[in-house]
């Protein structure tokens, strides 16, 4: 009965919402592994990508991904130059006075990786004194100028999460506050497992880390029904655990 209830809330939504031009869904420039990974020439890959694929097929919507940085990626939402933010975008408070969220689609903790030896807890204490690399405009950023900086760690923003990953193999920077699966990728390299160890997860801050990651839309758009449709009635058909089993050995939708 739950099925068929989803299924009918489903094409209810599917059949209210009139699509006029393809849905230009805005995704980050730069990699982040395994959720959006950019190839030479110009296609992409990745957990988010084939969940997008997923939606957008369940939703009959002709959707093009519009690659744009991260930086400015809300601004080209509300500007209409791109029409959904689908890049790992945590749901937090903030961003929504300025922004909808569709629910969540997935749910992964915030952890602490450093060269290794260096930090021995992920927290203030273990951080004093270190140089801790962050994505800018992202959660963790906001986490870290939070709980670190005022005790003694200076933060170092960067455009893209490669970029951290960079100076962190490199020693240019001590440690580096990331979502766990990317950095969990990360020390699967060659670099990373040579330079660096997960040194565990920080304490939770919902307030900051937010609730899950959702897609992003103008506020009052009808397309967020549409896309909360679809994530339910690919989470119902075993469509959703079907992508997630090539690259998760757990749940990554989370409680």
Same mark, same amino acid.
């Given at each position: 009965m739950k099925k068929l209830a989803l299924a009918a809330a489903a094409a209810l939504a599917f059949t209210t919402f009139a699509q006029a031009e393809p849905v230009k869904? =805005?995704? !980050? /420039? =730069?990699?982040?592994?395994?959720? /959006?990974?950019?190839?030479? !020439? =110009?296609?992409?890959s990745g957990w988010e990508i084939d969940f997008m694929k997923a939606i957008c097929a369940e939703a009959k919507l002709d959707c093009v991904i519009t690659p744009t940085a991260w930086d400015g990626i809300i601004p080209a939402l509300t500007g209409g130059q791109i029409d959904v933010i689908m890049s790992s975008m945590s749901i937090t408070a903030e961003r929504s006075k300025v922004i909808d969220f569709s629910d969540k689609y997935y749910n992964t903790p915030t952890v602490v990786i450093a060269g290794k030896g260096l930090v021995p807890t992920p927290d203030a204490a273990g951080l004093k004194g270190k140089v801790i690399g962050v994505q800018v405009s992202t959660t963790q950023e906001a986490y870290a100028m939070k709980y670190f900086a005022p005790e003694g760690a200076e933060v170092k923003s960067y455009q893209t999460a490669d970029e951290v990953n960079q100076d962190l193999a490199a020693g240019r920077i001590d440690a580096m506050v990331i979502d766990a699966l990317p950095g969990g990728e990360f020390l699967k390299t060659e670099e990373g497992a040579a330079c660096c160890e997960q040194v565990g997860q920080v304490a939770d801050d919902a307030e900051i880390l937010g609730n899950g990651v959702g897609f992003g839309l103008r506020k009052g758009d009808p397309l967020k029904e549409v896309l909360n449709a679809a994530i339910a009635a690919i989470r119902a058909n075993g469509t959703y655990d079907a992508i997630s089993k090539p690259y998760f050995d757990f749940n990554i939708y989370g409680e």
């Amino acid at each position: 009965m739950k099925k068929l209830a989803l299924a009918a809330a489903a094409a209810l939504a599917f059949t209210t919402f009139a699509q006029a031009e393809p849905v230009k869904i =805005g995704v !980050d /420039t =730069g990699a982040y592994p395994p959720f /959006t990974i950019p190839a030479a !020439d =110009g296609s992409w890959s990745g957990w988010e990508i084939d969940f997008m694929k997923a939606i957008c097929a369940e939703a009959k919507l002709d959707c093009v991904i519009t690659p744009t940085a991260w930086d400015g990626i809300i601004p080209a939402l509300t500007g209409g130059q791109i029409d959904v933010i689908m890049s790992s975008m945590s749901i937090t408070a903030e961003r929504s006075k300025v922004i909808d969220f569709s629910d969540k689609y997935y749910n992964t903790p915030t952890v602490v990786i450093a060269g290794k030896g260096l930090v021995p807890t992920p927290d203030a204490a273990g951080l004093k004194g270190k140089v801790i690399g962050v994505q800018v405009s992202t959660t963790q950023e906001a986490y870290a100028m939070k709980y670190f900086a005022p005790e003694g760690a200076e933060v170092k923003s960067y455009q893209t999460a490669d970029e951290v990953n960079q100076d962190l193999a490199a020693g240019r920077i001590d440690a580096m506050v990331i979502d766990a699966l990317p950095g969990g990728e990360f020390l699967k390299t060659e670099e990373g497992a040579a330079c660096c160890e997960q040194v565990g997860q920080v304490a939770d801050d919902a307030e900051i880390l937010g609730n899950g990651v959702g897609f992003g839309l103008r506020k009052g758009d009808p397309l967020k029904e549409v896309l909360n449709a679809a994530i339910a009635a690919i989470r119902a058909n075993g469509t959703y655990d079907a992508i997630s089993k090539p690259y998760f050995d757990f749940n990554i939708y989370g409680e």
